[in-house]
């Protein structure tokens, strides 16, 4: 073939491409990792060490970078060398895939396919003709012709024109412009801005640059030799397709006779007629599920790998429903034994009659006990079919995980995990959450409710097709179920369901427990199982490959290789990846979502026909497996019990603003301000008790976490089940401040009790590494900057800390470089408020400079609140920001207009900034501007409650927080408005009604922490505090406190919804002076 090749391009009049270009191309799509290992050339010394700006992009620090060192057998000099040009020569002989390129480029042979009959998937829309049609058929055509060749002697040689043939050639085309579809918007866009295109309108300058300049071999050389990397995955991509086809069609023939025999198929002949390739992520080199059906009507699901498990798991489901007398469980139809590589599929067989719900989520139960029990992983909402009465696991490859790692993580966060992970909550049947990219939200993808919130997606999508404006940009999707659900969303309710789960589950684990033996027995020999092994979520690979396919990426390998090796960062806090990294990222360069596995009586993790370490593993998956069957069956039935039933609270689970309000009564009350202050003491003493019993210590008791019901996003409109983030609102950061506070309140002043610091402590330690990581630009540059859920809130636990221990290195060190990681995250923020805006970052940026003196955090913060202001919308007097996810403008405190402008008030009266301070009243007179006088209070302006007239008396939204923003500036900044707005406010509260919860954000504390600011200025509040008070303390001692998420099974550790926050608010009502309140932001004061 090269020789041929070079014959034909040097007999060409006008030479395009030679073999010394193909070679120059091919040395700049290779990778470090290749470079290195060749020989070097040129003179002289090489620098000994690699550029810091290269070693930053993807190493946390020296360990993870010497460990990337040794996993290629290399040197730092070496890399060096490579990376100043000075490695290995290009070759005079170009290898096999440049050669291939070279033949695409000259589009010889005659096999070029139609463009007009290119077809392909692209971002989820089908497309034909598919974009760039004319590059992509110099592919496909010569693709398809080779398959011809091989597969003539084949029953299932597909016809030209055929369904068959129709649907091989658009997998192909899908893949491909996966691949090259950004590269070729961008280059369209370039020829336009050039002039190059021909044509009146768009839709002919676009035809124009895909019929003529993607046909002319003269500018495809020029697109990949600018592109070089692109060259290379578009012909392995189609090498990989050319053999998993070969590969299917093969073991199809083979197996025609057996699946006839099973009566899948009609016959041992009959025709294959169609052929859903890519039914799942690609590995091993492109290899896919495929969905083939025949022309009898027969579905077979070919799964290009071995599913002894698939067998494993019809035998498991079998014992059970022998022991329970029924069937509580369904396994898909097996494969036969002898090729193991397909299987007929399970379809959803739609709606499950309201009066078999019950039945359905009982066996749904059933289906998690058993999968449970085998080790089951990552069964999501694509995993899982509803079938009948049954929830069918359809995708049986992570049966026995193995969790056991050499290596483990100890810290509390990991132990938290692992907890869970070990659990029911780590199969995947239950809710949990995944990032959707839009504003910071998250959507349910478990089986049990994937799909049903109908949740917003943030999505690439495809604009402006068929024109030269043709463009990827971001778009929203609505998130639908797979054929997850027994029914339409709409009339499914699966937390009401939770009984008869945990009915169903405690029957079939009872049932395994008591008959471990039989059960042991039933499922066979385990010595030949191969399960897979994840070693992370398979969605992070899916990112990563999809930004490896930016332009910027393509142009050289060493920068594509560069954007995987950032996995390289995340070896020194997780162990378990150390050994696999190399092998991840081997597999992404291939374009495969990395697969790995392990036998099930060994401890060796693979990747293909080898072993990546010999001993990953601290135990077997078979012996994890007799140990989970040998706990004791009531005492795990009832912790199971409790994982289930808290974990489906966040179906249900509600901030419960809009409930009936209990109203405030003024009655005079004569309680001894001492027996108030001993009240609120003991109560706090008696949360700090129950937050000590659920508390989870990492090794050696270095650091703490809790598990708890969370919110899943910034607005805190979904919630999920979890350890606690390093954040203020609800992860350890607030806890920190929390036993902060309680240090001061229980100690004496200047000596805060030692235990409690040393827990506040202990909640530090991973904040203290959020902080870092952020600063070292090692966590996603997405971070929100915010104060309460983001970066500065961190860094206000740190400096409370600080304070207290009397000053302490590492936190010192910690908060003089904060605020230039501020500065830097504000410079991407979106949000603009206090909760996870600039906004508050700047707040916090001011109280370091007032505890510390520094004037560079004095600096910053005056900056970020100019660009706060900057990103502002002017309307007549007022200034307000799109805070809403919508780009809706709000009010109120946490995340709207109001707690902005108390923010720019702060900051610049602190700085003496008049244009701050002008900036903050416009923002102020935002609310002033929407006060409702027919109901005496303030609209609530979120999206999700727009047009129904309520009227929100909160911190977070409404009157309690735009009161307090007046309360909190009516001094510094005197008006007769921002005084008669707070009175407003409080006669609001005392008309409305109480809080129905007890938290900061939105219950009786923070209600308590606004009357406390007003007590002086006005006779009402000071009545309505006293009643307050009393009220507060005889809901703990009465055991009805509330958390601020409420619903059945709640337990929220954190700090303005949950516990924490109740420690806190009780404390300051006890030690005012010496405990600050979080809800303004105060700073550490004196004590």
């Keep these: 073939m090269p020789g041929v090749l070079s014959a034909r391009i040097s007999q060409r009049k006008q030479q395009t491409v030679d073999v010394q270009v193909l070679a120059q191309l091919a040395h700049r799509a290779r990778y470090l990792s290749e470079r290195v290992g060749a020989d070097a050339h040129g003179a002289g010394v090489g620098p000994e060490k690699a550029p810091q700006a290269w070693r930053r992009e993807a190493f946390r620090d020296e360990e993870s970078f010497h460990r990337y060192l040794e996993a290629h057998g290399t040197t730092e000099g070496r890399i060096a060398e490579v990376l100043a040009g000075r490695g290995p020569a290009p070759v005079s002989e170009p290898p096999a895939w440049a050669l291939e390129l070279g033949r695409v480029i000259e589009g010889g042979?005659?096999?070029?396919?139609?463009?007009?009959?290119?077809?392909?998937?692209?971002?989820?829309?089908?497309?034909?003709?598919?974009?760039?049609?004319?590059?992509?058929?110099?592919?496909?055509?010569?693709?398809?012709?080779?398959?011809?060749?091989?597969?003539?002697?084949?029953?299932?040689?597909?016809e030209r024109g055929s369904r068959l043939e129709h649907d091989l050639r658009s997998s192909l085309s899908t893949r491909l412009l996966s691949l090259a579809l950004r590269t070729l918007v961008t280059e369209l866009h370039l020829a336009r801005e050039r002039g190059e295109l021909r044509g009146?309108?768009?839709?002919?300058?676009?035809?124009?640059?895909?019929?003529?300049?993607?046909?002319?071999?003269?500018?495809?050389?020029?697109?990949?030799?600018?592109?070089?990397?692109?060259?290379?995955?578009?012909?392995?991509?189609?090498?990989?397709?050319?053999?998993?086809?070969?590969e299917l069609f093969t073991r199809l023939s083979a197996d025609r006779p057996a699946l006839a025999a099973q009566g899948w198929i009609a016959s041992p002949h009959t025709p294959l007629t169609s052929l859903k390739m890519d039914a799942g992520d690609a590995h091993d080199g492109g290899r896919t599920v495929a969905i083939c059906t025949f022309a009898c009507g027969g579905r077979v699901v070919y799964k290009p790998r071995e599913v002894r498990l698939d067998v494993l798991y019809e035998r498991a489901v079998g014992h059970l429903n022998g022991r329970a007398g029924r069937a509580v469980a369904r396994a898909p139809p097996a494969p036969w034994p002898e090729h193991a590589m397909a299987g007929s599929s399970t379809s959803s067989t739609g709606t499950v009659p309201p009066d078999r719900l019950a039945e359905y989520y009982r066996n749904l139960g059933a289906t998690l006990a058993l999968t449970y029990v085998l080790g089951a992983g990552?069964?999501?909402?694509?995993?899982?079919?509803?079938?009948?009465?049954?929830?069918?696991?359809?995708?049986?490859?992570?049966?026995?995980?193995?969790?056991?790692v050499t290596g483990r993580e100890t810290t509390a966060f990991a132990r938290a995990r692992d907890l869970l992970n070990d659990g029911v909550l780590g199969v995947g049947f239950l809710p949990m959450r995944v990032a959707t990219g839009q504003g910071g939200a998250s959507a349910d993808a478990s089986v049990v409710a994937g799909g049903l919130e109908g949740a917003e997606a943030s999505l690439p999508v495809l604009t402006g097709i068929g024109t030269d404006s043709l463009a990827v940009g971001r778009g929203s999707g609505t998130m639908r179920p797979a054929a997850n659900l027994p029914g339409e969303p709409e009339r499914l309710a699966p937390a009401?369901?939770?009984?008869?789960i945990v009915a169903g589950f405690t029957e079939a684990y009872g049932l395994l427990a008591r008959d471990r033996d039989g059960f042991l027995s039933?499922?066979?020999?385990?010595?030949?199982?191969?399960?897979?092994?994840?070693?992370?979520?398979?969605?992070?690979?899916?990112?990563?490959?999809?930004?490896?396919?930016?332009?910027?990426?393509?142009?050289?390998?060493?920068?594509?290789?560069?954007?995987?090796?950032?996995?390289?960062?995340?070896?020194?806090?997780?162990?378990?990846?150390?050994?696999?990294?190399?092998?991840?990222?081997?597999?992404?360069?291939?374009?495969?979502?990395?697969?790995?596995?392990?036998?099930?009586?060994?401890?060796?993790?693979?990747?293909?026909?080898?072993?990546?370490?010999?001993?990953?593993f601290t135990t077997s998956a078979a012996a994890a497996l007799r140990e989970r069957l040998a706990r004791p069956e009531k005492s795990e039935s009832?912790?199971?019990?409790?994982?289930?039933?808290?974990?489906?609270?966040?179906?249900?689970?509600?901030?419960?603003?809009?409930?009936?309000?209990?109203?405030?009564?003024?009655?005079?009350?004569?309680?001894?301000?001492?027996?108030l202050k001993?009240?609120?003491?003991?109560?706090?003493?008696?949360?700090?008790?129950?937050?000590?019993?659920?508390?989870?210590?990492?090794?050696?008791?270095?650091?703490c976490t809790w598990i708890g019901l969370n919110p899943a996003a910034f607005n805190g409109s979904d919630f999920e089940y979890r350890p606690l983030s390093p954040l203020l609102f609800e992860g350890a950061a607030g806890m920190a401040v929390a036993y902060v506070g309680a240090a001061k309140a229980l100690g004496t002043p200047g000596a805060p009790d030692p235990g409690m610091l040393d827990i506040a402590w202990r909640c530090a330690r991973p904040v203290t590494a959020f902080v870092a990581d952020t600063g070292a630009g090692a966590s996603p540059p997405a971070n929100a900057v915010g104060a309460y859920s983001g970066y500065a809130?961190?860094?206000?636990?740190?400096?409370?800390?600080?304070?207290?221990?009397?000053?302490?290195?590492?936190?010192?060190?910690?908060?003089?470089?904060?605020?230039?990681?501020?500065?830097?995250?504000?410079?991407?923020?979106?949000?603009?408020?206090?909760?996870?805006?600039?906004?508050?970052?700047?707040?916090?940026?001011?109280?370091?400079?007032?505890?510390?003196?520094?004037?560079?955090?004095?600096?910053?913060?005056?900056?970020?609140?100019?660009?706060?202001?900057?990103?502002?919308l002017a309307e007549g007097e007022t200034l307000s920001w799109p805070t809403d996810i919508d780009g809706g403008h709000l009010g109120g405190f946490a995340h709207g207009a109001s707690g902005i402008g108390w923010a720019l008030l702060e900051v610049g009266s602190g700085s003496g900034d008049d244009a701050l301070l002008d900036a903050g009243s416009r923002a102020l007179a935002f609310d002033t501007a929407r006060f409702d006088a027919g109901a005496r209070a303030w609209p609530d302006l979120r999206r999700e409650v727009r047009g129904q007239a309520l009227y929100p008396v909160q911190w977070c939204h409404g009157a309690i927080g735009i009161g307090m923003s007046r309360a909190l500036t009516c001094d510094r900044v005197p008006s007769p408005d921002s005084a008669a707005e707070a009175e407003a406010a409080v006669e609001a509260l005392v008309e409305r009604g109480l809080p129905p919860n007890d938290s900061l954000c939105h219950g009786t504390l923070g209600a308590r922490e606004f009357l406390s600011l007003m007590a002086g200025r006005s006779e009402r509040a000071r009545g309505a505090l006293h009643r307050l008070d009393r009220t507060i303390l005889r809901r703990f001692e009465e055991g009805v406190a509330q958390d601020g998420i409420v619903g059945p099974h709640t337990a929220t550790p954190g700090l303005l919804l949950g516990r924490a926050g109740f420690v806190l608010g009780l404390l300051r009502m006890a030690e005012p002076e010496r405990v600050p309140s979080v809800l303004s932001l105060e700073g550490p004061g004196k004590d």
């Design 793 to 872: 809130g961190a860094l206000y636990a740190l400096l409370h800390l600080s304070a207290a221990t009397g000053g302490d290195a590492l936190l010192d060190r910690l908060l003089r470089s904060g605020p230039e990681t501020v500065a830097r995250l504000a410079e991407q923020d979106s949000y603009h408020d206090l909760a996870a805006g600039a906004a508050g970052a700047a707040v916090v940026c001011l109280r370091i400079y007032e505890h510390t003196g520094d004037g560079r955090a004095l600096e910053t913060a005056c900056r970020v609140a100019h660009a706060v202001v900057g990103r502002g």
């Design 522 to 616: 039933a499922l066979g020999d385990l010595s030949e199982l191969r399960t897979r092994h994840l070693l992370r979520p398979t969605r992070l690979y899916s990112r990563l490959l999809y930004e490896s396919t930016h332009p910027v990426y393509l142009r050289d390998g060493i920068d594509r290789e560069h954007l995987f090796d950032r996995l390289w960062a995340t070896t020194t806090g997780q162990p378990s990846t150390r050994t696999g990294t190399a092998s991840e990222i081997r597999q992404l360069l291939r374009y495969d979502v990395p697969r790995f596995t392990a036998s099930v009586t060994e401890l060796s993790l693979w990747e293909g026909d080898g072993p990546v370490d010999d001993f990953y």
């Design 496 to 500: 009401s369901r939770t009984e008869d």
């Design 638 to 675: 009832v912790r199971h019990a409790a994982t289930i039933r808290e974990a489906m609270s966040a179906l249900s689970a509600d901030r419960n603003t809009t409930a009936p309000r209990r109203p405030i009564t003024l009655n005079p009350d004569r309680s001894a301000p001492d027996r």
């Design 109 to 158: 042979m005659g096999e070029l396919g139609d463009p007009d009959q290119e077809e392909a998937v692209v971002l989820g829309v089908p497309c034909r003709p598919a974009p760039f049609s004319t590059l992509i058929s110099r592919f496909t055509g010569p693709a398809v012709a080779r398959l011809r060749r091989t597969l003539r002697d084949t029953a299932d040689l597909p």
């Design 678 to 703: 001993e009240q609120a003491l003991s109560a706090a003493g008696s949360v700090l008790e129950e937050l000590a019993a659920s508390r989870i210590d990492g090794a050696a008791g270095r650091d």
């Design 378 to 404: 990552d069964v999501h909402m694509e995993n899982a079919v509803s079938s009948g009465e049954h929830s069918v696991v359809i995708d049986l490859e992570t049966l026995l995980q193995n969790r056991e």
């Design 200 to 246: 009146d309108g768009p839709e002919a300058r676009y035809e124009d640059f895909n019929r003529r300049l993607l046909a002319s071999p003269d500018r495809l050389a020029r697109l990949f030799s600018a592109y070089p990397v692109l060259g290379r995955l578009l012909v392995e991509a189609q090498e990989g397709w050319r053999r998993h086809v070969e």
